[in-house]
């Protein structure tokens, strides 16, 4: 055995008696280097990454220009606590992002360190705002793990499964999802009968929605919910909070995903692809929301940590100059025509539903063609069958039925190429191998 084998599998037994039960990993990969859209393990195996390590890297693994950032950020200071001592990169990074902002008019941003803590902030702005507590999230809705992103996240399992006390004042109403029959007419029906059963809309500070569910399935977000949610919020003075965690950074195409819809939000919540594999996340917002919170009243000892803020300058001057958001559409397009053909071959197991925008895909394993009953066992068995072959892919959806795809944007068309051959051929070999 290769010494390199007997160190992956030491540590698993030492992650399983040092680590918490509770962080799971979706494969048994020992990750020791990676490049673009490559990861090679501790045994030198090489896999194509479909993962991204959960849609962080737009820009691929170590981007050369990200990496360059970071060293020479690092060669001046690490760390001061921006209430402590501010620094040109945070200012010059809340500057970019406010000209990127979705909506008109004067914007300003915080930066934060992890995906939660931007929606919790953005949450706590529009309450502070509207001086109102209650919020309203979708089924199937990923915001987080924390006491109220968790309250926020509509899905029990198994982000929820014992955690017995979430956050007061969330309400929720389903999110419009065509294979399974829920129209954006009965969403709006929802919310209608929320507002007169359970809350006034007076007393509602924000709603909050992802343009498109990540977590929940790759459903895209219909542009007519997302334009009679804005209404509604401006009827009723409630904030319209776009969490654009996974959705944003060039991903579908747009810098962010509502810009398809073409609807303003009031707050939009960044982490993820913004810096390239550093921890950093933000809130965008208007002025007159954001602002509403005292001094001292946002933050975090880390948030906008300088080397995060110089890698996410970086990646958008990446997403600029490489053309990422063609490049998504373009990595889109080759995903979708190699989906439709896999959904077409007589021997490969049956898939329904492909779905997205630009490069965020994803598509249903299902029991069969006609049914198309979801199999959430199936889809992580086809999952494991691409990791034999050296793709890295991951399951997502309400019964873990939904494969996504969270490709670098960047990654080189052979590879990608390779990478479909990989998921093609764990979508037929299964079907026989199974
Ligand atoms: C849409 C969305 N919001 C919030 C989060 C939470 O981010 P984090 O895991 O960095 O706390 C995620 C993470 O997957 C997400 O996809």
Redesign the pocket.
Known sequence: MSAEKIMSLDLGSRRASAVARGVSTATPIVAARAANAEVWDVDGRRYIDFAGG??VLATGHRHPRVLAAVREQIDHFTHTAFQVMAYEPYVRLAERLNALAPFSGPARTVLLT??????ENAVKMARVATGRSAVIAFTGA?????QL?MSLTGKVNPYKRASTSGANEVFRIPFPVAHRNIGVRQTLAALESLFYADIEPSEVAAMIV?PV???GGFHVAPPQLLQAMRATCTKHGIVLIA?????GFARTGRMFAIEHAGVEPDLV?V??SLAGGFPL?GVIGRASIVDSVEPGGLGGTYGGSPVGCAAALAVLDVIEEEGLLERAEIVGAAIRARLARIARLENAIPIANIRGLGAMIGFDVVKNGVTREPDGALAKAVAAKALERGLVILTCGTYGETLRILVPLTIQDGLLEQGLDMLEQALTLSHTGL
């Open positions: 959960i849609g992890t995906g939660a803590e931007a929606v990923f915001h987080g793990r924390t992103t992802e569910q990540g977590e969490d654009e965690i996974q959705s919540t982490a993820k996340s």
